[in-house]
């Protein structure tokens, strides 16, 4: 009968210690390229990654994760193009701070291929989310109206400038949310 408390209290012990291993295990980095995309991401933009959140400044991150969660704020998913098709923004970096560029790119699955084109370039580490239809207005007056049918990307350096892109069914449109 002692020896079974022994081993008992052994295994307990030893639950407990592992289950506080895993609960302080960081969470698992959702900044994953889709199958496939990764290869033709970096042979497209060699020497560019996702933008992660440890790539944000502490501010920023903060900021991100308080409306975003741990979601990727590099890669997101997005019926862009209204077809239903795999559609993903990205934002790829390169270089480091304070000389860091930054592309917004659009990966369309098209067939057994994928179109990818490059929507901006900027400098920093801006974030990348989409956001329903509807109707946006610009922060301009020459600025016009945008009426998408379709789900929005938004390109936000925070703090400093936020950028709508929305497909028109011919072309994409953006408009400035902040500046």
Not at 16 to 25: D, E, M, P, S
Not at 41 to 59: F, Q, R
Not at 91 to 104: D, F, H, M, S, T
């Amino acid at each position: 009968m002692h020896t079974k408390s022994k081993i008992v209290c052994a295994g307990t012990f030893y639950l407990f210690a592992l289950i506080r291993v895993v609960a302080a295990a960081p969470p698992p980095d959702r900044c994953e390229y889709p199958p496939g995309l990764h290869d033709e991401i970096s042979k497209k933009y060699p020497g560019t990654h996702l933008v992660g959140l440890a790539d944000l400044e502490e501010y920023d991150r903060k900021l991100y994760r308080k409306d975003h969660g741990t979601r990727c704020p590099g890669l997101v998913r997005v019926n862009f193009y209204g077809d239903g098709k795999p559609t993903y923004a990205l934002v790829l970096i390169a270089g480091e701070n304070p000389k860091r560029r930054a592309q917004l790119v659009v990966a369309h699955q098209v067939g057994n291929d994928r179109e990818i084109r490059s929507l901006e370039t900027t400098d920093g580490t801006p974030v990348v989310w989409r956001q329903g239809p509807g109707k946006y207005d610009g922060m301009y007056e020459e600025e016009q109206q945008i009426l998408a049918r379709n789900p929005v990307i938004v390109f936000c350096g925070y703090g400093s400038w936020a950028i709508l892109y929305a497909w028109t069914g011919a072309e994409v449109k953006k408009i400035w949310l902040s500046d």
